[in-house]
């Protein structure tokens, strides 16, 4: 299906590996479908993609469908569809969060039996003068953690999250957050009845033995939480790179809500270039009209993840 060969260019040169002996690498690209790929997504994409194959790992595609409501229908297969033709290659079958629903059970149950998540009769608007979390959500202030008050019933069910996490973004550099002084306990099963994003992501990347996890520095504030579930389900955590968010001028995060403009229609060699330069990749003048196999196999063999800016985000100023 996949219209470019890249692999076969990949091929061609040789292959790095770094920091990789013990286990194969394994990274992923975990797009939400809903909307188009747009030039940050690209970058997502192609950060994580040469950081798997520079390593000599495998890269693996799954489409992040947990929350159905937000799924906009047609987006997954436009994304895939789209990923292709700029010739990106997956190993093996897309993962689709949408089917993954009895491990996320699993993985609950897991967590309540071991008195780890508990049931929350809170409300949205109870929640709402609790104080922010670093990602925009609320502190959760533990109203039900010792058991629900009295005629109040389970809505949503949340983990106790107590101490600190510290990893080493390889690319944000060391970070510590206290999860209590942060989001607080946070939730697993929602009130509507579906899994939450946190557990879904976790029990994906565990299931698929994910090593490295590349994608935007929007999700730096999530990652504790997710190191914490790892942690809780016996799994180690992967080393992080969060990549600097693309914004538009306005320092705003590409988006549907920004306008962002979607990269279907774009030239993918031109694109290409431009995400390998927001990474801080230097790609010669002379691949400006190259094939874009070839401009896949030049990123491959020069890919360093220590040349990619310390930054949260940066402008884009290629929208294409
Ligand atoms: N689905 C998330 C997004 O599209 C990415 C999640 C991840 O990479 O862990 O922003």
Known sequence: MHQQPVRAAL?????????????????????????ALHFGSLVAAVGSMLDARARGGRWLLRIEDV???????GAADRIITTLARFG????G????????????????????AAGMAYPCACTRRELANAPLARDGSRRYPGTCRDGLGAGRSARAWR?????VIRFNDLVQGPQSLELASDAGDYVVLRADGLFAYQLAVVVDDIAAGVTHVVRGADLLDSTARQIHLQGLLG??????????????????????????????????AAA?????????????????????????????????????????????????
Not at 246 to 260: F, P, V, Y
Request: one cysteine or more; aromatic letters at 10%; a positive charge.
């Open 11 to 35: 091929g061609q040169t040789h292959t790095k590996r770094m920091n990789c002996t013990s286990r194969t690498c394994i990274g992923r690209f975990a797009p939400s479908p809903t909307g």
């Open 67 to 73: 929350d159905t409501p937000r799924a906009v229908p």
């Open 88 to 91: 990106f290659e997956w190993d």
């Open 93 to 112: 079958d897309i993962v689709w969060q949408s089917r993954r629903g009895e491990a996320y059970r699993h993985a609950f149950d897991t967590l309540v």
């Open 159 to 163: 983990v106790r999250a107590e101490g």
């Open 235 to 268: 799994a180690p955590p992967p080393t992080y790179a969060h990549l600097p968010l693309a914004t538009n001028a306005a320092g705003e995060k590409l988006s549907k809500q920004t306008l962002a403009r979607a990269i279907d229609d774009a030239p993918p």
């Open 272 to 320: 290409l270039l431009a995400a390998l330069r927001f990474l801080g990749q230097a790609p010669p003048p002379t691949l400006a009209s190259a094939p874009l196999a070839q401009i896949w196999a030049w990123a491959l063999a020069h890919w360093s993840i220590d040349a990619v800016p310390r930054c949260r985000q940066a402008v884009a100023t290629a929208f294409f």
